[in-house]
């Protein structure tokens, strides 16, 4: 059974940080590609960020110089470090795997299993 938990989320002030790590259990993690997704009241799912099985990463331009996503195989997880946070950041954000995973995989219907989510709340 797969299960992807995430953490580390909570309410943050602008311009702060905040470390999302997503702990997998279930898949041959060292295969897989991981993803960041977050999704605000009102919109749909968007990508924050993914990182392949051999470390290659892709970045919503939004995000980028930011944010950081890397991946701990040792440890079956996955990491978004999040700095300059904005309120537009604000959302609830996913953790994603893809059992196959050699490749930037960037839209939701590319990844296998999700995370319940964690929130993200940056204040003005």
């Known amino acids: 059974q797969v299960q992807l938990v995430e953490s580390g989320g909570g309410l943050v002030q602008a311009g702060g940080s905040l470390r999302l790590s997503c702990a997998a259990s279930g898949v041959i993690f060292d295969l897989s590609a991981m993803g960041w997704y977050r999704q605000a009241p009102g919109k749909q799912r968007e990508l924050v960020a993914v990182?392949?099985?051999?470390?290659?990463?892709n970045y919503a331009d939004s995000v980028k110089g930011r944010f950081t996503i890397s991946r701990d195989n040792a440890k079956s997880t996955v990491y978004l470090r999040m700095n300059s946070l904005k309120p537009e950041d604000t959302a609830v954000y996913y953790c994603?795997?893809?059992?196959?995973?050699?490749?930037?995989?960037?839209?939701?219907?590319?990844?296998?299993?999700w995370g319940q989510g964690t929130q993200v709340t940056v204040s003005s």
């Open positions: 990182i392949t099985s051999d470390g290659s990463t």
């Open positions: 994603a795997a893809r059992r196959e995973g050699g490749y930037v995989y960037t839209t939701v219907p590319d990844y296998d299993y």
